[in-house]
């Protein structure tokens, strides 16, 4: 079955050190995304991707970047973590057509000490 | 800015009883109103969506309603069971931007049996 999966499940990481969470997606979806998690926000888009090689910036983007080289993967990198980045990520992805639905990850728990 | 509110934070619900999450969008452009349901430990799962061209949708025990010129829609759970207990987001989001999606705080529904 076609799925997407999230690594690792769970990490700790200093404060200042680059962090790099993966996204692999088996259904060929154009689309990838990436939110964040936090008690009282809701998700937060962070950045999403709509094809090989395009990247943009979602409502809370500073502090990540993202870059796709190809269709099954949309890594998300912390360049230098910080406490605030403390927080559930999830990656969800959907076909390009209108108003097609979006397929989420298990989801990364990372902590920030 | 929060541009989709959502109300409860938390709800309890006897089983067999009617569970019911309002939210409210600010965004006229939004023509697609998604809810999401999430277990613990899991990522969000689609569970009914609407667009503005119609003031109700029912899928099973679960309804939207959709109030366009108040920028209100609302899920509502009928016949409530314990395996409903989840949290519930709306969101909104263009109907053309896939999983591009705005999402409201989140609703943490308990129903006791």
């Known amino acids: 079955d076609a799925e997407i999966t999230q690594s690792p499940r769970h990490k700790i990481t200093e404060t200042g050190r680059q962090v790099t969470l993966a996204c692999h997606q088996t259904w060929n979806h154009n689309n990838m995304f990436w939110y964040r998690q936090d008690l009282g926000h809701g998700l937060r888009l962070i950045h999403y991707s709509y094809g090989v090689q395009d990247t943009n910036k979602g409502e809370v983007s500073d502090g990540y970047s993202v870059s796709r080289s190809n269709t099954e993967d949309l890594p998300l990198t912390l360049e230098s973590a910080a406490s605030s980045q403390t927080s559930v990520y999830f990656c969800?992805?959907?076909?390009?057509?209108?108003?097609?639905?979006?397929?989420f990850g298990q989801g990364t728990r990372l902590t920030v000490v | 800015q929060q541009q989709v509110k959502q109300s409860p934070q938390s709800l309890i619900v006897q089983k067999g009883g009617i569970s019911i999450i309002n939210c409210a969008y600010e965004?006229?452009?939004?023509?697609?109103f998604p809810w999401y349901q999430q277990f613990p430990g899991k990522g969000p799962a689609l569970l009914i969506a609407?667009?503005?061209?119609?003031s109700e949708k029912k899928e099973g025990r679960f309804t939207i309603s959709f109030n366009k010129s108040a920028k209100q829609f609302s899920l509502h759970i009928m016949d409530s069971q314990p395996g409903d207990s989840a949290t519930y987001f709306c969101a909104a989001s263009k109907y053309n931007q896939g999983g591009k999606l705005i999402f409201g705080q989140g609703t943490e529904l308990s129903v006791k049996p």
């Open positions: 965004n006229t452009a939004f023509d697609y």
């Open positions: 969800a992805s959907s076909e390009r057509q209108i108003g097609a639905e979006a397929f």
């Open positions: 609407i667009r503005p061209d119609v």
